[in-house]
């Protein structure tokens, strides 16, 4: 599997398929609130396995962090180390200037970015009806 900055018009379309497909259709989020106004100017990463898109994810800078949003992996392809590659692309290939990240993570992934040196910084709350926390890490 490789991560890649989504440079080409299929490379995004890639990015918005699997996202299509993990948040809408597997976990149930209005189409209408999936893609949104920072899709223009966030840096996108898509994982491929081969040619197939298998996970993606975004940053952006937001209140002097770099704001990871949107990581999905494929069903098929998760448990395999394909989030820790995308992640590991967003925070060093995509924002390398970046020293503080943020995220909001869905409950069951606290787990998953924990691992990755994240802590929570909030209370639970509701995202398109699915609970999250904020969470947050210092580049070391």
Excluded at 18 to 38: C, G, H, T
Excluded at 57 to 83: F, H, M, P, T, V
């Amino acid at each position: 599997m490789q991560a890649k900055i989504a440079q080409t018009e299929k490379e995004m379309q890639d990015a918005f398929s699997i996202r299509m497909k993990v948040f809408v259709e597997e976990q149930n989020v209005p189409a209408e609130e999936e893609l949104d106004e920072y899709d223009d100017t966030a840096v996108h990463v898509v994982l491929y396995d081969e040619e197939m898109p298998v996970g993606t994810g975004r940053i952006r800078e937001a209140d002097g962090y770099g704001k990871l949003e949107r990581i999905c992996i494929l069903a098929s392809c998760r448990g395999k180390g394909a989030g820790r590659m995308i992640m590991k692309e967003l925070e060093y290939t995509a924002a390398p200037n970046i020293s503080r990240f943020k995220l909001n993570a869905q409950t069951q992934a606290v787990p998953f970015y924990e691992k990755l040196g994240y802590e929570v910084c909030s209370e639970e709350f509701l995202d398109a009806g699915i609970p999250h926390v904020t969470m947050i890490k210092k580049r070391t």
